[in-house]
């Protein structure tokens, strides 16, 4: 399976129990270039989500355990560079960092794994049309009063003939996301932004708000 990329997100994890499933995949079609883990793995846009209740499935059990490690291990390097460099080092390390992370993550679990968001900062990890849908029903079920923490997508579809499994859990925005997230950033903040992100949309965020999702394709 190929490399899924990664976009920089500054979110905390937390896993809750809400699932949200998707209906039946539409036919084979080419990946939309800019999807992460969907377009790392080769997927095509599936069907808008519904709610249903979590079910602790082999393959969504998997992908669990790859997000948290992806969480734990990016949320580790981001903390210590802001410790020894401030923001705009944590900036730095999220853009070279984080797609590798995301390869080794998935290299150890065997599958593909990304983060997308509404409102990225990386135009390359613009989401599919599924993981679209799913963001806005997390969304929507943020707004009616759901913590948006327990929050979670998966379908069932095929790649090319091959059953895979796709799955992804929110990502709420923290204090700390701010600094580089918020309405109002620092100029230095703005400065490496421009840098790094000339196309950056993944600002005006404040403590828990959805900033995004985690994405990942497995085989199944």
């Known amino acids: 399976m190929r490399p899924a990329q990664a976009i920089p997100l500054f979110g905390m994890l937390l896993l809750g129990a809400a699932v949200v499933a998707a209906g039946p995949a539409p036919a084979d079609v080419p990946p939309d270039a800019g999807a992460p883990a969907a377009a790392a793995a080769g997927a095509a846009p599936s069907a808008a989500p519904e709610v249903v209740r979590a079910r602790a499935a082999p393959e969504v059990v998997r992908a669990r355990a790859a997000v948290a490690a992806f969480a734990a291990t990016l949320q580790g390097e981001l903390k210590n560079a802001i410790a020894a460099g401030g923001p ?12 590798a992370i995301a390869h080794e993550v998935g290299t150890a679990h065997g599958l593909a794994i990304g983060r997308t968001s509404l409102k990225n900062r990386n135009p390359a990890n613009t989401p599919d ?13 943020r707004q009616a009063g759901a913590d948006p923490a327990t929050l979670e997508a998966v379908v069932h579809t095929a790649i090319e003939g091959r059953p895979v499994t796709r799955y992804m859990k929110a990502i709420v925005t ?47």
């Not at 700390?176 to 309405?183: D, E, K, P, Q, V």
């Not at 100029?187 to 992100?197: C, G, H, I, N, T």
Request: charged residues 25%; aromatic residues 8%.
């Open 174 to 220: 923290q204090p700390l996301c701010t600094t580089c997230h918020g309405a109002t950033l620092a100029p230095e903040v703005e400065a490496a932004l421009r840098d790094f992100y000339p196309a950056d949309a993944a600002r005006g965020f404040a403590p828990g708000d959805l900033r995004g999702a985690f994405t990942v394709t497995l085989d199944r």
């Open 129 to 141: 049309a599924w993981e679209r849908a799913a963001m806005s029903r997390f969304e929507q079920d």
């Open 88 to 99: 705009v080092n944590g900036i730095k390390v999220c853009a070279e960092r984080a797609p």
